[in-house]
């Protein structure tokens, strides 16, 4: 009982904070303030009607994809080639590819703002994604190779002897096998670079603004309560993606072959 | 007349030790061949080969009088069965026995009716729809072993199937291999380390041991007359005395420290004198009634009852002796009393010694 009682506290510990913007984010005060006076949900209204909070939304949807995309064209062949082959080298190519994830944020996004500058891509979309996706390589290949060492390549043997070439063999058997692996992989690419602020700052400029650069604007300039139904909103779509990923992985087989 | 033909097969790993060495073997049509010996003797790696995972080194594999060696496994008409079953986990056991059907492109309707038989032959016909995992661990190989025969395979090779089962299954799963064997009569190449499996299943049994193949033979042949001391040791119980062939008088061996002892003339003449192993298994010497020609006295130090036999370990001039009787012990086997081990002339099978 005893440590149960501790892991709920310790729970409550970490999530407290966050869930104070829950109810900040039906409040009817003009500006933040707990407890909230009264509760409505103009807020939520204001969020969902303003072209000013909906053009960053569809803006971190937009890049969000494209980053995952990107990440996961980057991560696949390359966890594929780690988990498989033997080279020299190997635990360089492991520290090179885990250090967007040891270089602190605000040094990348430095390195960003004057390497896409250089091709004209700051401020657009493309340039957002291409630092999103980089960055979420080291998450998405952490989650991706720990799937495909524990992929049984007799799998792909028996399925060569039953007839199948290497792409069917692919498509059929190895594909279907990763897929649950890979869809987590994928998720956490997309969280991360819909959730990423630092680089964002930098680099999106006034043409590809994502909500939490959109956020960290609004609270320096007018501390309006549309922050806090975001956060509130942001909170859910990663509990939610996290909820997701847990049903991934515990039914990796449900799903029909295709 | 061969059907599946390995001609000195070599596979080295590192370019200087060689995990496959010189390897030959013909197999009939129809065959089930055991490739027995301990882990990391080739026999696996033999097997991959055939089934095209590995490509040799040096040799050639032929089938039915094609040239194998280079060609892909989907190139090759071979089934495979593995220890860890390798069902597909996200096909039902249907799907799983028709995959191989799918990628030969077999007739939609023939598929059906392929599927269905196959899982009647392996007694599953009502687990068509569940998944792998909601089966057994011997179930699972049962659909594994359909999947490996539905095509009508030239070979199925089974890479030491009944390994992750437990014993009792493991007996039935012998028998039922073995009708599957009889009903189907494909050519089998079966691995394994076990030599009871390779002695209760096999027409003939290939022993390897450090990549190199050390007989093949009948599996009685391969237990009463091996080729080598090693043969002798790995499979079943054995005693082993040193000997020198008198190449004076065929018949008489001198086994040190023991004595002398008469052995079959006729083996004596074709190892033509020198050093020897003579062995002698458990359950032919004997320890009671009239004395067999060939004598040792023995001190008993331990005795195991099995119920239904007795393995009596004793001592004769530092020789360790390990009898084997049927039925319960006598009296006069006790620890500590010393008794007359006798043997035939004909139970001691000679190997010339290197």
Redesign the interface.
Known sequence: MAPLILALLAALFLIAPILIVVPMSFSTAISFQFPPPAYWIGYYRKFFTSEEWLEPALNSLVIALGAMALTMLLVVPAAFGYVRYRFRGKSLVNLLIMSPLIVPHVVSALAYYGFLGRFKLAGTHLGVIVAHGVLAVPVAFLVITATLKGF?R??E?????????PL??FV??TL??LRPGMLVGALFAFLSSFNEAVVALFIAGRGAVTLPKKMYESIRLESDPVIAVVSTLLVSAVVLGVLASLVIRRR??L???A | MAYLRIDRLVKSYDGRVNAVDDVILDIARGEFLTLLGPSGSGKTTTLMMIAGFEEPTRGAIELAGEDLTRRKPYERNIGVVFQNYALFPHMTVARNVAFPLRMRRFPRAQQATRVGQMLRLVGLADYADRYPRELSGGQQQRVALARGLVFNPDVLLLDEPLGALDKSLREQMQVELKRIHREVGVTMVYVTHDQTEAMTMSDRIAVFNRGRLEQVAPPLEVYHRPRTRFVGEFIGDSNFFRGTVDPARWGRVELDGLGPIQADPEACRRIGGGLVDVLVRPERLQLAGPALPNTIAMKIAVTVNYGDSVLVIGDAGGHPIRVRMAGAPLDSVREGATVTVSWSPTDAHLIPHV
């Open positions: 049984d007799n799998l043997r028996a399925a060569m002897s039953a007839g199948a070439g069917r063999t059929h058997v279907p096998v990796p087989a799903r029909p072959d």
